[in-house]
C-alpha cells in the first residue's frame, strides 16, 4: 500500500471498518430496537468508534512506547491482522456470521467495538501515524471521511440490503476481501522487508 496517498488510506479504512459487511449484523442487532431511534442509535455508535479511532491515532505512538512495540512489529502484525479479516471476507462461514444476541438497546459493545472499531481498524490508524506521523492531520481526515461513509452506508442499512439483496452484497464483501488481502500481503512483505534491513544493518 502507497501509505503516502490520502485516497488509498480512506480506501483502506473503509475495507477495514467494513460497513458493507456490517449491514446484516446492524440489521440483526437493531431490529429488536424501536425504528424511531434506529438511526440515532447509529450515528451513537459510529461516532464512539469515530472517538476510539482518534484516540489511537493521536496516543498510540506513547502507548506502543510504553509496551517497547516497534513500528516493524506493527506494520508486520497489522498484515497479518488484516489478512485474516481479508480471508473471512473471501470465504465467510457457510452459515454466516455469529449471532450476538443483545437484550436491550445496543450500547458500545458490539456494534461500535469490534464491528466499526476493530483490531483491525486499530492496527490500520496506528501504522499509518507510524508510517508517517506529520502527515496526522491528513490521516485524521481520511478516518472522518471514512466514518462518514460507515455513517451513510449502515443508516441506510435496511434499504441497501433490500436493493442490494445477500446474494450481490455477499459478492461485494468478498470482492472488498480480495483488494484488502492484497493490502494486507503488501503491508506484510514491507514490515518484513524492514526487518530484514534492520538486521542487516545491526549485522555490519
Not at 513500528?71 to 489478512?83: K, M, P, W
Amino acid at each position: 500500500m502507497d501509505s503516502s496517498s490520502f485516497i488509498s488510506a480512506i480506501v483502506l479504512l473503509v475495507l477495514v471498518t467494513d460497513p458493507l459487511g456490517n449491514i446484516p449484523i446492524f440489521i440483526g442487532i437493531l431490529r429488536q430496537v424501536d425504528p424511531a431511534r434506529r438511526q440515532r442509535i447509529i450515528i451513537r455508535e459510529v461516532l464512539f468508534a469515530f472517538a476510539i479511532l482518534i484516540f489511537f491515532a493521536l496516543f498510540g505512538q506513547r502507548v506502543l512506547k510504553l509496551m517497547h512495540l516497534s513500528d516493524t512489529s506493527l506494520g508486520i502484525a497489522g498484515g497479518v491482522i488484516l489478512f485474516l479479516i481479508a480471508l473471512k471476507m473471501v470465504f465467510p462461514h457457510p452459515e454466516g456470521r455469529a449471532d450476538h444476541p443483545i437484550h436491550g438497546e445496543p450500547f458500545l459493545v458490539p456494534l461500535a467495538i469490534p464491528f466499526i472499531a476493530g483490531p483491525s481498524a486499530i492496527a490500520t490508524v496506528l501504522l499509518l501515524v507510524s508510517r508517517e506521523p506529520h502527515r496526522l492531520w491528513e490521516w485524521l481526515g481520511a478516518l472522518s471521511v471514512a466514518m462518514a461513509i460507515s455513517a451513510v452506508v449502515l443508516g441506510f442499512a435496511e434499504k441497501i440490503a433490500d436493493f442490494l439483496g445477500e446474494q450481490v452484497t455477499l459478492a461485494f464483501e468478498r470482492l472488498m476481501g480480495l483488494v484488502l488481502t492484497a493490502i494486507a500481503i503488501e503491508m506484510l512483505l514491507a514490515g518484513i522487508q524492514k526487518f530484514v534491513q534492520q538486521i542487516s544493518h545491526a549485522a555490519n
